[in-house]
Nanobody, 125 residues
Framework: QVHLVESGGGLVQPGGSLRLSCAASGFTGNFYRIGWFRQAPGKEREGVSAISGITGHTYYADSMKGRFTISRDNAKSTVYLQMSSLKPEDTAVYYC??????????????????WGQGTQVTVSS
């Protein structure tokens, strides 16, 4: 059974940085794709980025390119989202999601089968 646990959220000032972690378990080898999503109050969930566990290839939603970096450490079964130059509009609950296997990367939430519980990121002075 796949299990995802996010961590690393918190309160940060505008212009600051945070690194979110998504600890994953239940996969066979590195055959997974993990994506990061976020949902702000009153808004729809939006995709941020995705990564392939087996190839390390990455994908970013157009609006997320430049300030967010996704990476993985297969030895730790963990995927990271490094966020920099944070803005108040980045305030949201951030979720990681996973799907088994290799294949096209996507930030379409319909393509993912497993979800973590989310971690709150608040950007405020």
């Amino acid at each position: 059974q796949v299990h995802l646990v996010e961590s690393g959220g918190g309160l940060v000032q505008p212009g600051g940085s945070l690194r979110l972690s998504c600890a994953a378990s239940g996969f066979t080898g590195n055959f997974y794709r993990i994506g990061w999503f976020r949902q702000a109050p009153g808004k729809e969930r939006e995709g941020v980025s995705a990564i392939s566990g087996i190839t390390g290839h990455t994908y970013y939603a157009d609006s997320m390119k430049g300030r967010f970096t996704i990476s993985r450490d297969n030895a730790k079964s963990t995927v990271y989202l490094q966020m920099s130059s944070l803005k108040p509009e980045d305030t949201a609950v951030y979720y990681c999601a996973a799907v088994r296997g290799s294949g096209l990367l996507s930030t379409n939430s319909d393509h993912y089968d497993y979800w973590g519980q989310g971690t709150q990121v608040t950007v405020s002075s």
